[in-house]
T-cell receptor, first 113, second 111 residues
Framework: NAGVMQNPRHLVRRRGQEARLRCSPM?????VYWYRQLPEEGLKFMVYLQKENIIDESGMPKERFSAEFPKEGPSILRIQQVVRGDSAAYFCASSRDRGSEQYFGPGTRLTVT | EDQVTQSPEALRLQEGESSSLNCSYTVSGLRGLFWYRQDPGKGPEFLFT???AGEEKEKERLKATLTKKESFLHITAPKPEDSATYLC????????????FGTGTRLTIIP
């Protein structure tokens, strides 16, 4: 009965490096969402994907951030040339259908030094 | 733009002391209102979905209610293990699945 899985749980990167965050949705779920939680702020929507398609990326920063959900394998959130302001907890969620509840993973805590 | 405001920011209760958390929202058209619980260092845990004014959902010591402008999470006779941050989120009819979250209420139950 595996839930949403994310790895790594903690990631430390130096400024200018790349960060790759992985998310495996719950079994039977084909909708994936990424959210970011900055210290003392609420969860902010970043992107919504289905297999091989980006449906809504209205919350993604215009530069350095990208996301994919390939036909096989986990969804990937990629941050290029990280800066200190990218330090946050990144959560992935999945749902079975459009409009159904989203279940969250444990998050990846990114620290940029 | 969709907005969610939660109050209070923090709440300390004695064990057994019932209270309510508030979630006020503005949204172009509400598809659903969601309540989550988040423990420190963990991801949000789904609690309830409410779809229309007047709807109520219950789970153990928690009951969620919905009006056209706000939702309440009532907690009855809470226990220390109910201590957590409670998050409210809305999903708009035309929002393409995204959830808009409030900043949460940090609830502490004192034994």
């Amino acid at each position: 009965n595996a839930g949403v899985m994310q790895n790594p749980r903690h990631l430390v990167r130096r400024r200018g490096q790349e960060a790759r965050l992985r998310c495996s949705p719950m079994k039977g779920h084909s909708h994936v969402y990424w959210y970011r939680q900055l210290p003392e702020e609420g969860l902010k929507f970043m992107v919504y994907l289905q297999k091989e398609n980006i449906i809504d990326e209205s919350g993604m920063p215009k530069e350095r951030f990208s996301a994919e959900f390939p036909k096989e394998g986990p969804s990937i959130l990629r941050i290029q040339q990280v800066v200190r302001g990218d330090s946050a907890a990144y959560f992935c969620a999945s749902s079975r259908d459009r409009g159904s509840e989203q279940y969250f993973g444990p998050g990846t805590r990114l620290t940029v030094t | 733009e969709d907005q969610v405001t939660q109050s209070p920011e923090a709440l300390r209760l004695q064990e057994g002391e019932s209270s309510s958390l508030n979630c006020s929202y503005t949204v172009s058209g509400l598809r659903g209102l969601f309540w989550y619980r988040q423990d420190p260092g963990k991801g949000p845990e789904f609690l309830f979905t409410l779809y229309s004014a007047g709807e109520e959902k219950e789970k153990e010591r928690l009951k969620a209610t919905l009006t056209k402008k706000e939702s309440f999470l009532h907690i009855t006779a809470p226990k220390p293990e109910d201590s957590a941050t409670y998050l409210c989120a809305v999903q708009a009819v035309d929002g393409n699945e995204k959830l808009t979250f409030g900043t949460g209420t940090r609830l502490t139950i004192i034994p």
